[in-house]
């Protein structure tokens, strides 16, 4: 099975600084990994994905860095802005799984006027 | 405007009395999905499908049942609810086939069974 754990259940993150969040999965056949976001009464929003044949893959103010030696997936946003403010999922996909995706608990982004 | 939308958002229902949650999408996405979300659980998948008439079990799929007669439709149905059923539930879609991660998200419906 597969098992996605985040190391801090909230992070804190002056404006205009760079938020790092961090995600641990368990199962190292897991072959493609996608970060959502989700604010405040709505449904999770698409932000980026990257498959295992790639350690890094930018977007707009996002980059996601895969390191499948240890089993670690992160997000960096850059320049942090206020609508930033939301709870952020990674979620995985263990290649002989299908379509099945497995999210890992949430990490909550405070930013900080 | 490219959505999914759910009906209802807010439900507060009795044990045993049978609901449906409907879900639909005017994108014209081959793969839909139901989702359950709990404090400190993340989302779970409770039911998933591939394109009509194709559904397979996501992890938590006792007391959920799904149909997928239209592309556009993906209803969730508990014939028998139960209070551990209280949840915030979230139907998604994607493209299908190698884009099954890239989830678009109904607004949620928060389902409570007293």
């Known amino acids: 099975g597969e098992s996605v754990g985040l190391h801090l259940p909230t992070l804190s993150v002056q404006e205009g600084d760079n938020s790092i969040i961090n995600c641990a999965y368990s199962n190292s056949a897991s072959d493609y990994f996608i970060w959502y976001k989700q604010e405040s009464g709505k449904g999770p929003q698409f932000i980026i994905d990257?498959?295992?044949?790639?350690d890094k893959r930018q977007g707009q103010r996002v980059t996601v860095l895969l390191n499948k030696t240890v089993k670690h997936l992160s997000l960096q946003i850059a320049a942090t802005q206020p609508g930033d403010s939301a709870v952020y999922f990674c979620?995985?996909?263990?290649?002989?799984?299908?379509?099945?995706?497995?999210f890992g608990g949430g990490t909550r982004v405070l930013v900080k006027p | 405007e490219a959505q999914v939308t759910q009906n209802p958002r807010y439900l507060i229902t009795v044990t045993g009395k049978k609901l449906t949650v409907t879900c639909s999408q005017n994108m014209n996405h081959e793969y839909m999905s139901w989702y359950r979300q709990d404090p400190g659980l993340g989302l779970r998948q409770i039911y998933y499908s591939m394109n009509v008439e194709v559904t397979d079990k996501g992890d938590v799929p006792e007391g959920y049942k799904v149909s997928r007669k239209e592309k556009r439709n993906f209803p969730l149905i508990l014939e028998s609810p139960s209070p551990n059923q209280t949840s915030l539930y979230f139907c998604a879609s994607s493209l299908g086939t190698g884009r099954t991660g890239e989830l678009f998200f109904g607004e949620g419906s928060r389902l409570t069974v007293l």
């Open positions: 990257i498959r295992s044949n790639m």
């Open positions: 979620a995985v996909r263990p290649k002989a799984a299908g379509n099945k995706l497995t």
